[in-house]
């Protein structure tokens, strides 16, 4: 069966019907087109805003339990369709079926958590200094909120979002990336069968409005938005986050990552060695948390770099659908051209090259690169969205943490070490300073009950679990006074 019947076939399976359009949509496994869609017209997106500003009036009234129900039913339909919706990931953006599998996953597992935080959804009760008085905060629905996602983890981050925003009680506009349009529809199509059978969910619940930047930027700047929860590369950020800014929108945002990990002389080297290898060659380094630079302890540095070197060189690349490939194409030939000019700045640098060649097939597969560096400057110091580890030797720990942390980025951290000492410095508040710092683990494969985001340039938002959910909603601080006086706070007199 050729690319394109597969993709029919699971759009049907998905009970997605895409009409075509001006968009053109194609593979990375080889680079055929494999549909279009129709982008969304200025008038489309003012009336999908409207209806989302309509159903959030009404959703935000529905218990929050109620709002719950909803999402428990949209998981059990993922879980329903996991296989399909996850070889459509595969295609459309060219992860392997393992990690396409996983991100579905992902989508089922955040439902879960969401359909126990809508029972959960507490704020505080405060002791208050008046007398015959009651303090308390709540949290209310916020409103429409749109989520705009990036390619490389097409379904799981908008579900992260859209979970939470759901049983917090907001509509939700999703702006899908246009190099990932087929998968955004056919989520939609899914959540639309279980809307239907959901009596109590208005019209306008849950949209989505296919477009590229342009689209995003006039999605920001709509004032029925009052949430902007943003993934993609810094640049996206810094634009529709200052554009947000502007009219006092909130926002989440979740940018680059530029992730290091140390792996120090008193590590475990086998399981570093692991560890280091899925962080940094997984999904063809094309994570936000793909691991970028590596420190390593001069008294391990030439033993390690060896067995990095070569299971690097060993790592099956190819077509993403065979479960034998651990790693598949980058997304496109910009990607490809990205990741050379990274690699020649390297080497003017003087820096030493093991692979990164491309593979002479259709498609673009290149072999992960590793780049053994004299000093920490250069394109280390920014993310290229490609399989490029950047290799540096240090000999005291703290001089590698404030490299680490030297950068724009500050996602994703991980520290290899079995000396109590080590970790914890790295863990402490002088240690690494990203939203993410692992032991014993690399720095990509997150879960979702933590709160998922990054410092400094990463953006500083936060999603997924632990109290992310606040970023969804409004808090109202009451103070309730029961008795028949009026005394003032912080004893100010006021008498008439
Ligand atoms: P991208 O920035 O090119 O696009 C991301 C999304 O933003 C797309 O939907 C795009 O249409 C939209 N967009 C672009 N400019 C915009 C603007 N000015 N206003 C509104 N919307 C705009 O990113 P990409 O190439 O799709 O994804 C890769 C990047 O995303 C990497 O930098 C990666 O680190 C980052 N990322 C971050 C996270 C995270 O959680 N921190 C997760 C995944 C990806």
């Not at 428990?72 to 990931?89: E, M, S, W």
């Not at 009680?169 to 349009?181: A, C, F, L």
């Not at 990274?342 to 820096?351: D, F, I, T, Y």
Request: with cysteine; net charge negative; aromatic share 6%.
């Amino acid at each position: 069966m050729s690319i394109r019947m597969d993709v029919d076939f699971v759009l049907g399976q998905l009970g997605c019907t895409v009409s075509s359009g001006d968009l053109p949509v194609h593979t990375p496994i080889d680079g055929s087109q494999i549909g279009s869609v129709k982008t969304a017209s200025p008038a489309e997106i003012d009336a999908a805003l409207n209806r989302a500003l309509n159903a959030f009036l009404a959703w935000r009234t529905l218990p929050a339990p109620r709002r719950g129900e909803l999402v428990r039913r949209f998981g059990n339909a993922l879980r329903d369709h996991k296989a399909d919706l996850a070889r459509l990931v595969t295609i459309e953006c060219g992860k392997p079926i393992s990690e396409g599998e996983g991100e579905v996953q992902e989508m089922i597992d955040i439902c879960d958590f969401a359909v126990g935080l809508s029972r959960q959804l507490h704020g505080l009760t405060i002791a208050s200094e008046r007398p015959g008085h009651r303090m308390m905060e709540q949290w209310h629905s916020l409103g429409p909120t749109l989520i705009i996602s990036a390619f490389n983890f097409p379904v799981a981050v908008w579900a992260w979002n859209a979970a939470l925003a759901l049983v917090c009680g907001n509509s939700i506009v999703w702006k899908p990336s246009e190099k990932t349009p087929l998968t955004a529809l056919a989520v939609q199509a899914l959540l639309d069968k279980v809307l239907a059978d959901f009596e109590d969910a208005p019209d306008g619940l849950s949209q989505v409005i296919i477009g590229a930047r342009d689209t995003g930027a006039a999605l920001v700047a709509d004032s029925r938005i009052k949430l902007i929860s943003a993934t993609g590369s810094t640049e996206m950020g810094r634009a529709a986050g200052q554009a947000a800014a502007a009219r006092f929108a909130r926002t989440i945002l979740e940018l680059g990552g530029n992730n290091a990990a140390i792996v120090s002389n008193k590590a475990d080297l086998d399981l570093a060695l692991r560890g280091v290898l899925f962080s940094a060659v997984g999904t063809s380094g094309q994570r936000c948390t793909s691991l970028r630079r590596l420190f390593v302890h001069d008294a391990v540095y030439d033993d390690f770099a060896a067995k990095l070197k070569a299971a690097a060189a060993s790592i099956p690349v190819g077509d993403p659908l065979d479960t034998a490939h651990l790693a598949g194409p980058l997304i496109d030939e910009n990607a490809f051209e990205r990741m050379q000019s990274a690699l020649a700045e390297a080497n003017e640098m003087g820096a030493r090259i093991y692979g990164g060649e491309r593979l002479d097939r259709p498609g673009v597969y290149a072999r992960p690169a590793i780049v053994e560096m004299e000093s920490h400057a250069g394109p280390a110091l920014r993310e290229t969205f490609a399989p490029i580890l950047y290799l540096f030797r240090y000999s005291e720990l703290n001089d590698a943490i404030a490299l680490q942390n030297s950068v724009g980025a500050g996602l994703s951290s991980s520290i290899f070490s079995l000396d109590m000492r080590e970790c914890e410095m790295f863990l402490s508040a002088s240690g690494s300073d990203c939203g993410i710092a692992n032991v014993n683990i690399g720095t990509s494969g997150a879960e979702i009950g933590g709160a998922f985001g990054g410092e400094k340039e990463t953006g500083g938002g936060r999603e997924s679990g632990s109290d992310a959910w606040k970023g969804y909603m409004r808090r109202a601080t009451n103070t309730i006074n029961y008795s028949n006086a009026l005394p003032l706070a912080q004893g100010v007199r006021f008498d008439v």
